[in-house]
């Protein structure tokens, strides 16, 4: 036979786990996006002026990657006297 006041206890203490744990889920996350606003309010500059420097940057970095690899047979012709 089946106790059912084990079952009953069981059920109560799981329900009470699950509340405990949503409620430290939801304190957890409250501190992360408090720590997150925090940080951004420190710096000047925000992440999406940040982020489009960086692509700024890139780009640059790679149109002369690209115009130096199109170059590259002259200047070295160049250099090893080819040219005269």
């Known amino acids: 036979m089946l106790d059912t006041r084990l079952l009953r206890a069981g059920a109560v203490l799981a329900g009470a786990g699950?509340?405990?744990a949503a409620v430290g889920a939801g304190v957890a996350g409250f501190a992360v996006t408090r720590a997150a606003r925090t940080w951004m309010r420190?710096?000047?500059v925000s992440p999406a002026a940040i982020a489009a420097d960086k692509?700024?940057?890139?780009?640059?970095?790679?149109t002369a990657g690209a115009q130096a690899w199109r170059g590259y047979p002259q200047v070295a012709a160049a250099a090893n006297g080819a040219g005269r």
């Open 18 to 20: 699950l509340a405990l």
């Open 42 to 44: 420190q710096h000047e």
């Open 55 to 62: 692509a700024r940057r890139v780009r640059h970095a790679t």
